[in-house]
């Protein structure tokens, strides 16, 4: 009961907890990987940003439906705050991908990684699911619209991920490999901290992101009713 | 049955306002043609033969955009959406029958657009009339959805190409990829799967965009 | 067969209708007044369906097949002539005996000798005459009007009146007017919006 009510003071709890774990884990603990080095360790945070902004996106996906299916008041609210943060999320595993790019093989984008060609058209769909939501006046119109856009979003991650191993094949770019390391035994358990630190973090700033939102809501609500 | 009768109903409907109108397919026809001869010019001389592939679909694809801008416009600019909402057929009847005149429209701009194609450039192949032809689908299925909520929208037809562009990625892929890779099994498969699951997804969800 | 409680809408932070309450019943017919921006046409949208309310309740006894809707825009296809409007919608509706019905519709619309031209070639008054046609042509139970004489000429007026006349009692009517006058003698309920 008092988690429920303390959604955000639980999980920003968690997340600082998971966070400073992670941390003193990646730069403290593991050992630096014997082929690529320090820069490797940009690893431990660039594949756990992706995964969580995946799991935003389905979040939002998932709130997205029940709006469309039951309705209920508060769900396209919380469909478009996760897509929000699944889109910051996605930015930053653009900008983690590049670093690590640029720090590994001396370059700052490459089409050979499959994972950053495919956050790239991702990133431009919710984009346009930005532009697509202030385009139209607040409503029921409107969230209609953008929760059947955000249900089209999560098809398209497969599609597009199949559809880009595919284009490899006669786009022929210069690959580097980057085999992710052979996961030892204390690389896996900072990856897995690392990851469940991100999911700590992104759920603690969707509960700041919402209540915002929703005192927002209260706040005109109340001033209407005042007029 | 009525269903059937319904989707038929409007994408006369459809067919016939684009007779009486003359304006979408003959601007869809020059862009088409425009852009080839543009191409010419975008592709310096060493460039190979599977690059100007690569343009013809890019042609099509902004040839779709060109069409699907104007596909809810009678509806958009004189609140005709209301009287087909209002009607009781089901709405994704709305959606299905404007597909398949959008279809019509997109296969006569490409039967222009190929055989020019296979003048100016080089010759095409089954493979890539097939992939055309299954690209045709998925882009109408999915255009026709997506131009229903630009048409929603204050910024109208800016929205369209932005919400659809990077739908179209995997259409691309396919397309070209049946273009030029001689094993194009998979990439019309991609373009198979690709159309069966926007389609049906696009289907069930036309009510929700034209409905509160 | 209306039945409103609490009706209230919203658009973004606009309140055009707050806390209406009105009941309709079968055969009835409900006046709606007000002025410019009081909400008469989302009240109308709502009844039809074409809106949902913000709050509040709406119940409306009838599907989209018994609803006959005559909106602020005629809903006509420009392109098409009468006929072809009416043949389309006429099939959207599963009319029975469609061709006599709307050669009767025309005809008694004053509309036959042109149901072979393009409705974009119409004035406004044969416009909304043609209108009147699409939402009558399936017959319907309960018929929403939005300001149905505003474009009308003198013909047109006495045409619809007498349409009104013919189909009080039997059918249920939801009016919204600028003239509450002229439909002073066919109403049984008045509803005015501030």
Known sequence: MWLRNNALVASAGAAAVLVCAAVVLIFFWVPVDADQGFSQKIFYFHVPIALTAYLCFGWGAWKALLHLWKRPPGADLESYV???????????TLITGSIWARVSWGIWWTWSSRQLVLFLVLFLFYAAYFMLRYSVDPGPARANIS??????????????????????????????TSRGPQMAGSMFFTFCVSWAAMIALATALYQLELAGKRMDRTLRELREALE | MTYIRDVTALARKDL????????????????????????????????????????LWVAIIFTALLGLARAFAAEREQGLLDGLVLAPCDRSAIWLGKTF???MFLVLAEVVALPLYALFYSGIGWSTIAGVALANLGICAVGTLLAAMAAASRARELMLPLLFLPLAVPIVVGGVGASVVAASGRYLALLAVYDAVFAIISWASFEYVVTE | ??????????????????????????????????PNGSGKTTLLRLVAGLLVPTSGTIQVDTDRS???????????????TALENLELYGRLYRVRERRERIGMLLERFGLWSVRNERAGSFSRGMMQRLALCRALLHDPDLLVLDEPFNALDEQGIELLDAQLEELRGTRTFLVATHDPARLDRLASGRLALA
């Not at chain 2, 003359?22 to 460039?47: E, I, K, Q, W, Y």
């Not at chain 3, 409680?5 to 409900?30: C, H, I, M, N, Y």
């Open chain 1, 82 to 92: 996760a897509i929000h943060l699944g889109v910051i999320f996605g930015a930053l």
């Open chain 1, 147 to 176: 929760a059947v856009y955000a249900l089209f979003g999560v098809v398209l991650i497969p599609i597009s991920f199949l559809a880009i191993r595919l284009a490899e094949d006669f786009i022929h770019p210069t690959v580097f």
């Open chain 2, 16 to 55: 016939l306002l684009e007779l009486r109108a003359r304006d979408t397919l003959p601007a869809m026809l020059l862009f088409v043609v425009a852009a080839l001869v543009v191409f010419h010019f975008a592709l310096p001389g060493s460039s190979s033969q599977l690059a100007s592939k690569g343009l």
């Open chain 2, 101 to 103: 005149a959008m279809l």
């Open chain 3, 1 to 34: 067969m209306i039945r409103a409680q609490a009706l209230s809408r919203r658009f973004g932070t606009k309140r055009v209708l707050e806390r209406v309450d009105f009941e309709v019943p079968r055969g009835g017919f409900l006046v709606v007044t007000g």
């Open chain 3, 66 to 80: 018994r609803l006959g809707f005559v909106a602020h825009e005629p809903l006509v296809y420009r392109e098409l």
